[in-house]
């Protein structure tokens, strides 16, 4: 099975802070994401990577950053954290970009204060 | 522009009680549309793709069938370990990532 293990649970940081959740798969897959889960308005994709090095935005990029230095890791940055990104933040992987299913980690909740 | 429809947003069964949910989307291409299922605080778990339409798929009380604008996941004669939120997604023709519906939570009682 394949496992995408997401390095915190729950995290907790202050206005301005820079904050880094990490993301680790172990099925070699080429395709990494990263998404925000907020309630009434479901999963909404922040930044995608198709290899390493690579990088695509998403449907909401904005105050966001990704790191793909290795392929089994993807880095999602906060470059300046804010309340309103107070959020579950959900990792994934896939084998192809097309018509693969994607496999979650399971989450990291963040709070900005 | 490509959406996907999730209804009801909440729905509350008894145990032995079937029920569908529905997923109804527009897209350009349809490549593939996807079930998950998500338990509270975890990430969401796949259970099901499906690639055309009269296409049908199929795990333990669950049945997920596709038409050409919509998909139903059929729940029969549900346990409360069924309770979660069930998620669709598709694949466009782009493929770059997929789309979501915002999700239907079901709650199954004794």
């Known amino acids: 099975d394949v496992k995408v293990t997401q390095s915190s649970r729950y995290l907790v940081k ?6 880094f959740l990490e993301c680790v798969q172990d099925m070699d897959h080429e395709n990494m994401f ?3 889960q907020d309630p009434g308005l479901g999963l909404r994709l922040i930044y995608f990577s198709y290899d390493v090095k690579m990088k695509e935005k998403g449907d909401i990029p904005e105050g966001y950053s990704v790191s793909r230095e290795k392929k089994e890791r993807f880095s999602l940055i906060l470059e300046s954290a804010s309340t309103n990104q107070t959020s579950m933040y959900l ?3 896939s084998l192809t970009i097309i018509n693969s299913p994607l496999h979650f980690g399971n989450g990291t909740r963040l709070t900005v204060t | 522009e490509d959406q996907v429809t999730q209804s009801p947003e909440a729905l509350r069964l008894q145990e032995g009680e079937s029920s569908s949910l529905n997923c109804s989307y527009t897209v350009s291409g349809l490549r593939g549309l996807f079930w998950y299922r998500q338990d509270p605080g975890k990430g969401p778990e796949f259970l099901f793709t499906l690639y055309s339409a009269g296409e049908e798929k199929e795990k333990e009380r669950l049945k997920a069938t596709l038409t050409k604008k919509e998909s139903f996941l059929h729940i029969t004669a549900p346990k409360p370990e069924d309770s979660a939120t069930y998620l669709c997604a598709v694949s466009n023709q782009a493929g770059t990532a997929l789309i979501f519906g915002k999700g ?3 709650s199954v009682s004794s």
């Open chain 1, 91 to 93: 990792c994934a992987s």
């Open chain 1, 34 to 36: 990263w998404y925000r």
């Open chain 1, 14 to 19: 202050r206005t301005g802070e820079k904050v």
């Open chain 2, 104 to 106: 239907t939570t079901l």
